[in-house]
């Protein structure tokens, strides 16, 4: 029998978090409606039944500053998740740094370790730059490491709630995704590799799914196989 795991976050937060985490996911349109359907079917059956998914309203900044931002620790561990988020299909548009930043900015949260990861993850083209484009390794520079700061930021990822570990299971493969073409119009706009092998931030990815898994299973006593 699972155990009683008492959550530090409200249902509001954890409403609000959600909305705020498919927001995001939604932002530049790259889920297709099958991809839309799995995440609403995560969420409206498993995380927070009380979310309408056929009135979907997407969350603004002020009303996740409203809710997250009177604990600076809850805003920065919902910023990392909304990154990961971002991440975890293997494409990182310019839709989604824009909301990341509006939520970065109403927060009060140094938007530097997110500087970091978006100058490194992509490449603006002033011709195309609605386009996302796939991730890719950060430019030899030496030994220095330009994504240290961006690395030990993500790991700091703490894990508390069984409705958000259920989602970052759910959400992040397990194991490294196919590769595959982005296609608009029936023209190939980018080939995406296989994305352990071009994002310099997988291992961050799986390290907050193994934390999140670890979690369900030894502080909620869950039964984690189907997941795995």
């Avoid at 309203?57 to 910023?79: C, H, I, K, Q, S």
Wanted: charged share 25%; hydrophobic share 45%; aromatic share 8%.
């Amino acid at each position: 029998m699972p155990a009683v795991t008492h959550s530090p976050y409200t249902e509001e937060q954890i409403k609000v978090w959600l909305r705020g985490l498919l927001t995001l996911a939604w932002a530049d349109g790259n889920f297709d409606e099958d991809e839309k359907a799995v995440i609403a079917a995560i969420t409206e059956d498993e995380l927070a039944p009380s979310l309408d998914f056929d009135h979907f309203e997407p969350v603004t900044p002020d009303e996740v500053a409203r809710v997250l931002g009177d604990d600076p620790a809850m805003a920065e561990n919902f910023l990392r998740m909304a990154v990961m988020v971002a991440l975890a299909d293997g494409v990182y548009s310019v839709e989604e740094d824009i909301q990341l930043q509006a939520f970065c900015r109403a927060l009060n949260l140094k938007e530097t370790v997110l500087a970091s990861v978006r100058s490194t993850l992509y490449s603006l083209k002033p011709e195309n730059d609605a386009i996302a484009t796939g991730l890719r390794p950060p430019a030899s520079s030496g030994k220095l490491d330009p994504l240290k700061p961006a690395r030990e930021w993500l790991d700091q990822m703490e894990v508390q709630d069984p409705r958000l570990a259920r989602f970052v299971c759910k959400l992040i493969p397990s194991q490294c995704p196919f590769e595959r073409d982005v296609v608009l119009f029936n023209k190939k706009l980018v080939h995406i590799p296989p994305m352990c092998k071009i994002n310099p931030l997988y291992e961050q990815l799986v390290g907050l799914r193994f934390r999140a898994l670890s979690y369900l299973a030894d502080d909620c006593g869950e039964d984690v196989t189907p997941l795995l």
